[in-house]
């Protein structure tokens, strides 16, 4: 089986100069940590139930069949509320802009981002585009009911 890994040509924009590139902090991790590209000298503030584009200073050529996918980090989201707004967020294989981050505020106090802080993680999938076969039925299955019918 061929080699089935990406390599991702990775433009660091001025902003994200000097920031920690995204990496795999251990073996088995899926996911990169994608850190805020905000000047050192000034913080974002994310005010309960607000949102915010956070900058990461960064972007990439994803080939064509993969696609990023941004999400929350798990240790934010359980002690802070933050959590990544259109989650998983995508970055197609023909973007090209810089990547960023849309984050909420579910907590109950206002959340500071400094430069440098890890706010979500990037993880490299492989997509299939489809092709549209217009029928006049559908082959049945043992499914019974509809939406949300499997319980729980």
């Known amino acids: ?12 924009l001025p902003h994200g100069d000097g920031l920690e ?3 795999y902090e251990t073996a088995g991790s899926a996911g990169m940590d994608l850190r805020a590209a905000i000047a050192s000298d ?17 972007s990439m050529a994803i080939p064509v069949g993969w696609e990023g996918q941004i999400r929350p980090r798990s240790g934010l989201a359980l002690k802070k509320g933050v959590t990544v707004l259109n989650s998983p967020g ?12 849309i984050l909420i505020n579910h907590g109950l106090e206002p959340f500071v981002i400094k430069r440098g802080e890890r706010v ?9 585009q489809c092709q549209w076969n217009v029928v006049s039925d559908l082959n049945q299955t043992q499914r019974k ?7 729980s």
């Open 145 to 151: 009911g509809g939406f949300g019918s499997t319980g």
């Open 1 to 12: 089986m061929a080699n089935q890994t990406p390599t991702i040509d990775l433009l660091i």
């Open 21 to 23: 590139l995204p990496r």
């Open 90 to 101: 995508t970055i197609d294989s023909d973007y090209r802009g810089e990547v960023g981050v």
């Open 120 to 128: 979500a993680q990037l993880l490299l999938a492989k997509v299939n």
């Open 42 to 58: 000034t913080t974002v503030t994310i005010k309960p139930g607000e949102r915010e584009l956070i900058p990461t200073g960064l």
